[in-house]
């Protein structure tokens, strides 16, 4: 189909009550924090993760409180899984109105040492699973008719670095460009569904222990590799993780944006100065700096508490 020259913006979404969200990575995490801003704002919605267990725990918790809720053990890699997903959420309720693409995992090396297998997996959730999401839903949702909206789940590593993120931070980057271009398109055509994508910094969630979801051979290739210098490394992480905001105020703040039709959705006011500057180096045609784990924290900081002001970014050093 030939793209047209039309450039119309989707109407945004404005009144969630009665309508259907599908939620990937809803069993913890922000994707918790979604499902549950969703049943308050009187949505129903279709849970999928690959942790089936505290899955149906929770969409039992949000029927016993009287909300419209099934789950659907999903791995997002898988796009079979992906295409019953989208069969159980239209034989439940017969349309999808918001699409939250968030599964996401970790893990943390230097770039040359990361083994195809967590490569394999990293993207296979983050950047596929979005992929296999996106294919499937969107014609689904087009066919619809209706206004609906589509959140993919990036990170401030889709916009900023960090030393031993490689893969997770090459699968955000994805992610964006992904979404931006994802709206481009169906801004083009004409489309009734708007696009977000979901930026936010750390987040108190459980990405650090996500590994918990690989098989068994896994564990026995991280204890070969782990010793005191990751394990102090991902101790650095994990405290910023404990900085990090609380889900349901993410959550607050992605359905405040899919209401003002806002593509990017950044959650944390802190890293602003980080942003900038990296696109000022792109701009000035300037080298990435050090990495400044010490600017990092105060940007975690304020994001955790706006009262603290804006964090200071000095006069170098790339942020996260």
């Known amino acids: 189909m030939a793209i047209s020259t039309n450039n119309r913006m989707a109407t945004p979404v404005r009144e969630f009550r009665g309508r259907v969200a599908v939620i990937t990575g809803a069993a913890s995490g922000i994707g918790r924090a979604l499902a ?18 505290p899955l149906r725990a929770l969409a039992g918790e949000l029927k016993r409180s009287g909300s419209a809720a099934i789950a659907v053990p999903t791995d997002v890699r898988r796009p079979r899984q992906i295409a019953r997903l989208a069969r159980r959420a239209y034989a439940a309720y017969g349309a999808v109105h918001l699409l939250f693409n968030n599964a996401g995992v970790g893990c943390s090396d230097l770039a040359w040492d990361i083994p195809d297998r967590d490569w394999e997996w990293v993207l296979g959730v983050n950047l596929w699973g979005t992929i296999h999401g996106l294919r499937e839903f969107v014609p689904l949702m087009l066919s619809q008719g209706q206004e609906g909206h589509i959140v993919n789940t990036a990170s401030i590593l889709g916009l900023l670095t960090a030393p031993h993120l490689g893969a997770y931070s090459a699968s955000k980057h994805a992610v964006m460009a992904l979404s931006e271009t994802l709206y481009q398109e169906l801004q083009a055509t004409g489309g009734r569904i708007g696009v977000s994508v979901l930026c936010p910094a750390f987040v108190k969630s459980g990405i650090m222990d996500s590994a918990r979801n690989r098989r068994h051979w896994f564990w026995k290739l991280f204890a070969r590799r782990t010793g005191t210098v990751q394990n102090a490394r991902d101790a650095g992480w994990q405290r910023l993780v404990d900085l ?35 696109l000022e180096n792109l701009r000035q045609q300037r080298n990435p700096a050090p990495f400044d784990m010490r600017e990092v924290i105060a940007a975690a900081r304020v994001g955790a508490d706006p009262d603290a002001g804006r964090s200071d970014c000095g006069n170098n050093g790339d942020g996260l």
């Open 36 to 53: 549950l801003r969703a049943v308050d704002e009187g949505m129903k919605v279709v849970l999928a993760d690959i942790e089936g267990r």
């Open 244 to 278: 990090g905001m609380d889900g349901g105020e993410v959550a607050r703040l992605t359905f405040d944006g899919i209401r003002e039709g806002r593509f990017y959705i950044a959650a944390h006011a802190g890293f602003q100065c980080l942003i900038d500057r990296r």
